[in-house]
């Protein structure tokens, strides 16, 4: 446990439930398809040095980034298996996937050219997974182009084909006929590769489709959001039992009484309509705790909920705690559980007109990330 009186803020990231949800996902999809953890962004936020260690003493084989960076930073904290970097990049980082062993997206003719002839130089043969645009319109060759694609690359001596994939615009909806559709597209684009001698891996599924689209499991799932016990959107089925990792905790530093029509904070946009009492937290914007909270997220002290009140500030918080009762040095919850209640992260993106996935991800390095459990 960090120590409250050197960073009184901190989160707990509980590697038992991040080896559950593993498990779950593991179970919910079937063996027939392998899990590849997502570990973009600093592990959703989560920290990147607790959890590839913890992946990788789990014995998982393969974990996706979205960075090159992140696939160098994932090999440095010693992880053995596959890293497989999902998003493009430049060719002038093509041979710092080569020095790292860092498995290439390819999502043109261009890139592959660019690829293998790098490779070819240094006598090296990297293992490469194609990506198919089906319908998200971010990277990848145009499923109707796939097949010119497909035989330029196998017919490539300097790299081997491992994978073939895609990426879902509307998985976590509650209308999936868009997901069915690029699923369709997908599956017929690659339809023949089956028949080859050694076919390649594909996959499409994220979180969403990993949770209520079964037949787009296929060979490979990438849980992202799903890894750290988190749905990708309120719409999405809860088909799987995963639990929250991150909490995230502060302490109370001020207690004071404030007066009727006394405002609290910058702007002065909050003020009581009768005396109350207003704790002050040493977390903000600058750690991450999101200004759209102001006036509007809640609490926990001593299991009850409390309203933030005025604006976040960059370093500072402010809490309405009405008649309650509060000491200086109290734990408080940002996101997690105390008593019977519990505040999510997707509560708190509720309240801040945003997605639980820039919550995770806008969690700032001053935050320590603690691993329990
Ligand atoms: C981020 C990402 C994922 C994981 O998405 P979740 O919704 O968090 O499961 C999977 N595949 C690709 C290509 C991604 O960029």
């Given amino acids: 446990m960090t120590d409250p009186a050197v960073r009184p803020t901190y989160c707990t990231v509980d590697l038992g439930a991040l080896t559950r949800n593993i498990t779950a996902i593991e179970n919910h999809v079937g063996p027939a398809s392998q899990v590849m953890p997502v570990l973009k962004a600093d592990a959703y936020g989560h920290g990147l040095a607790l959890v590839v260690p913890h992946l990788e003493g789990l014995g998982v084989g393969r974990i996706a980034v979205a960075y090159v960076e992140e696939g160098i930073e994932a090999r440095r904290l010693g992880f053995t298996g596959i890293v497989h970097v999902l998003g493009g990049a430049v060719e002038s980082q093509i041979g710092l996937f080569l020095d790292h062993d860092l498995t290439f997206t390819v999502p043109s003719i261009d890139k592959l050219v660019q690829v293998a002839t790098i490779a070819h130089q240094r006598g090296m043969k990297p293992a490469v997974h194609l990506k198919i645009d089906t319908g998200m319109e971010r990277i990848g060759v145009h499923y109707q182009n796939a097949h010119a694609f497909f035989e330029q690359a196998y017919a490539c001596d300097d790299l081997v084909v491992e994978g073939v994939f895609s990426h879902f615009a509307n998985a976590d909806s509650a209308d999936l006929d868009d997901a069915r559709r690029q699923l369709e597209r997908f599956v017929g684009a690659t339809d023949l590769l089956g028949d080859l001698a050694e076919p390649p891996i ?21 849980p992202g959001v799903l890894t750290y016990g988190l749905y990708p959107s309120r719409e999405t089925v809860r088909a799987l039992g995963v639990e929250p990792v991150l909490s995230w905790m502060s302490t109370v530093v001020y ?110 390095a001053r935050v320590p990330r603690v691993g329990v459990g």
């Fill in 255 to 364: 207690f004071k009484v404030v007066a009727a029509d006394s405002s609290v904070g910058y702007g002065s946009t909050w003020a009581p309509s009768r005396q109350t009492r207003v704790v002050t937290l040493p977390v903000g914007y600058g750690d991450g705790y999101p200004r759209a909270a102001s006036n509007s997220a809640e609490v926990l002290i001593r299991g009850t909920r409390y309203p933030v009140v005025g604006r976040v500030c960059m370093d500072q918080t402010m809490i309405d705690i009405g008649d309650g009762t509060a000491y200086n040095g109290d734990q408080v919850v940002l996101v997690g559980s105390q008593g019977q209640q519990s505040i999510t992260v997707e509560d708190l993106a509720d309240r801040c007109g945003t997605i639980p996935y820039e919550i995770l991800t806008r969690i700032t």
């Fill in 202 to 222: 594909r996959h499409i599924a994220n979180s969403g489709a990993i949770a209520q689209l079964p037949e787009s499991h296929l060979d490979l799932v990438r």
